[in-house]
C-alpha cells in the first residue's frame, strides 16, 4: 500500500503551533483584513484548531482502525455493504471542502471487521488534502490490503466547493469516483447487486 506519510520529513518540515498562527495573520492582511481587529484578535488561533479536526488524517493509519477482525463468520460469499457514509475532505488544488458520502463493499475472505471501522477508515483518508480519484482508490487499498477480501467496491459521490462556491460556480453538481479489487473489477453481476443496493432506500 502507498505509504503517504514520511514520518521523518514530516517531524523535521512541520512549523510551530506559534508558526502556523503568524501564517494565519498573514492571510488575514493578504485579503484586505486588519489582523489586530477586535473581532480576529482569537481568529488565527480558531483557524489552527480546525484545521487540526479538518486534517486529522494525517495522525491516523489505516492499520490501526482494521487491526481487530473477527473470523467467527458462516457464509463468506455475500457482500457485506455500508452505504451513505458521510464524507468531508479537502480538495488538495484549493484547500475547500468537499462533501459527499462514501458506499463500500466487500466479499470476506474468512474473516470481517467491525462495520464502523469502515466508516473511521473513510476519515483516516478523506480528513487530508486530496483529490476524489485518490481518496477513493486508497480506502479500496487499505480494506484490500488489511482484510485480503474476495473483493472490495468503493463508489464516492461529492460536491466539490471549488467548484460550486468559485470558478464556474456550478451549484448541484456532483462527481462520482468508483475503485474495483479482485472479484468486483471481473464479476459484472456484484457490480450491479452493488449499484442496486446503494440506490434502495433500505
Not at 458521510?86 to 462514501?102: F, K, N, Q, V, Y
Not at 481518496?135 to 482484510?147: C, E, F, K, R
Amino acid at each position: 500500500m502507498q505509504n503517504l506519510q514520511n514520518p521523518e520529513l514530516k517531524e523535521k518540515a512541520k512549523p510551530s503551533k506559534e508558526e502556523a498562527i503568524e501564517a494565519v495573520k498573514t492571510l488575514i492582511s493578504y485579503i484586505g483584513d486588519d489582523p489586530s481587529r477586535p473581532a480576529l484578535i482569537d481568529t488565527p488561533k480558531r483557524v489552527i484548531n480546525t484545521y487540526k479536526d479538518f486534517f486529522s488524517g494525517y495522525e491516523s493509519d489505516a492499520a490501526d482502525v482494521l487491526n481487530t477482525t473477527f473470523e467467527d463468520i458462516e457464509n463468506d460469499d455475500e457482500m457485506i455493504l455500508v452505504k451513505d457514509i458521510r464524507l468531508e475532505s479537502h480538495c488538495e488544488h484549493h484547500m475547500i471542502p468537499i462533501i459527499g458520502e462514501a458506499h463500500i463493499a466487500y466479499i470476506p475472505n474468512k474473516k470481517i471487521v467491525g462495520i464502523s471501522k469502515l466508516a473511521r477508515l473513510v476519515d483516516v483518508f478523506a480528513k487530508r488534502l486530496q483529490s476524489q480519484e485518490n481518496l477513493t482508490q486508497q480506502i479500496a487499498d487499505a480494506i484490500n490490503d488489511y482484510l485480503k477480501p474476495k473483493g472490495v467496491i468503493v463508489l464516492i459521490s461529492a460536491a466539490h466547493q471549488c467548484m460550486t462556491t468559485r470558478g464556474v460556480h456550478k451549484t448541484g453538481t456532483k462527481t462520482t469516483t468508483i475503485a474495483t479489487k479482485a472479484l468486483f473489477k471481473v464479476d459484472d453481476a456484484k457490480r450491479r447487486e452493488f449499484l442496486e443496493l446503494i440506490k434502495k432506500e433500505m
